[in-house]
């Protein structure tokens, strides 16, 4: 029948879930895509992200970050935009495959700049970028360029990228750019008609497989980020395994972990032997057929789709024949304007765009839906700006941009976001709820729930946030400190543990507390230096427990 999905289409994503739910996980956690959250830092990676963040900082040019497919640039990528300074305007190019014109509108769009669609070329859009880039320097702000799968840019192209780096006033370069790519761009920047870029690269890093020794670390953290409480899934001679079928490659050892406990589950095991792993790198490969499907987990998975069918069924009687106007039902339920800031579990459903019926004066209703979510209140005709408010009532406030979901999805605090509407005006929302794929925000009195991508496309990247610490925190809790502040992260730090905090108030900042917080930084992924920075204090007070408003039921490193 038209429409419908084939049964074996649910099959993996049913055994997926099954094989969770046997080795006690929460998630899926060898999963391909770049979350910052399973970022394994590892020595390679560390000096990677190094490199970056000196070539961020300095004053304009190139920033070279090169490596095998699957070695981990773009996760290093995703988790520098967790760290990159607030003052910094960054335009994203994941596509490169572009011509010089079609590369420039791209960063006129990445950028939010206007351009008149019937009278383009490149020289009418450089103009564009240079003013620009001239606003966000009089605005002590910087601009960055990524620029993903950079191997693939011609000549052409990178030449262009040269001339923009050019732009710039009699002490500052206004444009700093960042290349990603294969080891072909290293090659290819060796040609001599680039020589010019290649001397302008302030900064260069190649990421190659993890060590032998690093490899049953790797697969631990993931497992560990998932959710598993108990003994290592995988023994160490299994892990040799791993590392001669892998060669190191992060991708590749993701791959074929993740169909090796698909393949214990199936066979009833519980930890992951090299015979499985082996039959899990064939079937990876394509050199092997799928042997695991015994009538133990076909009887499982048969139930489960039998189950899918009768919901699908009922729900459609229920939709379409007799009884409640159902569809009226969850209609009504989808528009109903709720005001106030609502947590995950008041998530409803709408086909609208979050510009819709946007009404004046956005920003200060999206900072009273803020506060309101912390029992705290935001007055706009207030002499005092909105975080000195928020410190009057004991919080913090932080703001930023070139943020991510992924990040807000870490912190798990709710955020007012500035947004863009499709003819480049500015309004605010505030994200309350965020589950699996689905937003929900305060937008004016109207509390709506649309699909992330709405919000990622007109997300400026700019975001504020509350949380709450003690009064006699100050920004920063550095080793060699002492007093109560110390005596209060111990306690954060035993919550998380679930071990009983060490007596007294007037603790120092040891070795012992710098190994738990940069313990903590790890999980979270956050880079590991030892200090209780803001990142680090609004994550672990989420992860001990903190009683404020949430955007998802787990913790902050769910």
């Known amino acids: ?48 992200l190094a490199h970056l963040i000196y070539g961020i900082k300095g004053e304009g040019g190139f920033v070279l970050l090169t490596g095998e497919v699957g070695t981990g640039k773009t996760t290093v990528c995703r988790l520098l935009l967790e ?32 351009y008149p669609e019937g009278n383009k070329g490149i020289k009418v859009l450089v103009a564009r970028i240079h003013a620009y880039l001239l606003d966000v320097q009089s605005r002590d702000r910087r601009a960055v360029l990524i620029i993903e799968e950079a191997q693939n840019l011609s000549t052409e192209v990178l030449e262009q990228v040269r001339l923009l780096t050019n732009l710039e006033t009699n002490e500052h370069k206004l444009l700093q750019v960042i290349m990603l790519g294969q080891p072909e761009l290293r090659e290819k920047l060796g040609q001599r008609q680039l020589r010019q870029l290649s001397q302008r690269i302030t900064a260069r890093y190649h990421l190659g497989p993890l060590p032998k020794k690093e490899v049953a670390a790797y697969v631990n953290y993931r497992l560990t980020a998932a959710g598993l409480v108990r003994g290592r899934l995988f023994p160490a001679p299994t892990v040799r395994k791993l590392f001669r079928l892998s060669k190191g490659v992060p991708r590749l050892i993701n791959v074929i972990c993740d169909r090796a406990l698909l393949g214990a589950y199936v066979q009833g095991k519980d930890l992951v032997d090299k015979e499985t792993l082996t ?34 069924l009922a729900a459609a009687y229920y939709l379409h024949g007799p009884g409640p106007p159902a569809r009226a039902l969850v209609e009504s339920g989808a528009q109903r304007q709720v005001a106030g800031a609502p947590t995950s579990s008041t998530v409803m ?20 839906a803020l506060f309101r979510g912390w029992q705290a209140e935001y007055k706009p005709d207030d002499g005092r700006g909105v975080c000195e408010q928020a410190r009057a009532q004991g919080l913090r406030c932080r703001e930023g941009s070139g943020a991510s979901i992924s990040g807000l999805r870490q912190t798990n605090r709710p955020a007012v976001v500035r947004l863009r509407d499709a003819k480049g005006g500015d309004y605010y929302a505030t994200l309350t709820a965020l589950t699996g794929e689905k937003v929900a925000c305060v937008i004016g009195n ?4 649309f699909d992330v991508n709405d919000i990622i496309s007109r997300w400026t990247g700019d975001y504020l946030l509350l949380w709450r610490v003690p009064s006699d925190y100050n920004e920063k809790l550095k080793p060699g400190r002492q007093g ?29 507390i710098v190994r738990q917080v940069k313990d903590f930084q790890r999980s979270v992924g956050l880079t590991p230096d030892g200090i209780a920075g803001p990142r680090t204090i609004m994550r672990l007070v989420t992860a001990a427990g903190d009683s404020g408003p949430t955007l998802h039921e787990g913790k902050a490193s769910d």
């Open 83 to 114: 760290l990159i300074p607030k003052d910094l305007e960054v335009a994203f190019i994941l596509n490169p495959i572009l011509t010089v014109e079609e590369l420039l509108e791209t960063i006129c769009d990445e950028f939010g700049i206007g």
């Open 279 to 312: 039959k899990a790198a064939r079937e990876v490969s394509g050199s092997g057929s799928r042997q695991w499907l015994k009538p133990r987990v076909l009887l499982w998975t048969f139930a489960g789709l039998l189950l899918i069918v009768c919901a699908a």
């Open 349 to 368: 459903a709408t086909s609208e765009k979050p510009e819709d019926s946007v009404p004046a004066g956005t920003r200060e209703m999206a900072y009273q």
């Open 446 to 449: 109207s509390t709506k729930t």
């Open 1 to 48: 029948m038209a429409g419908q999905v084939p049964i074996c289409h649910h099959l993996p994503v049913l055994l997926v879930t099954m094989y969770r739910e046997y080795f006690g996980l929460k998630e899926k956690p060898f999963s391909i895509a770049p979350n910052p959250h399973y970022f394994y830092m590892s020595g390679q990676h560390r000096e990677a």
């Open 484 to 512: 109560p502040p110390v005596a209060w992260l111990d306690g954060q730090l035993a919550l998380v543990r679930g071990q009983p905090a060490r007596p007294g108030r007037e603790q120092v900042y040891d070795e012992e």
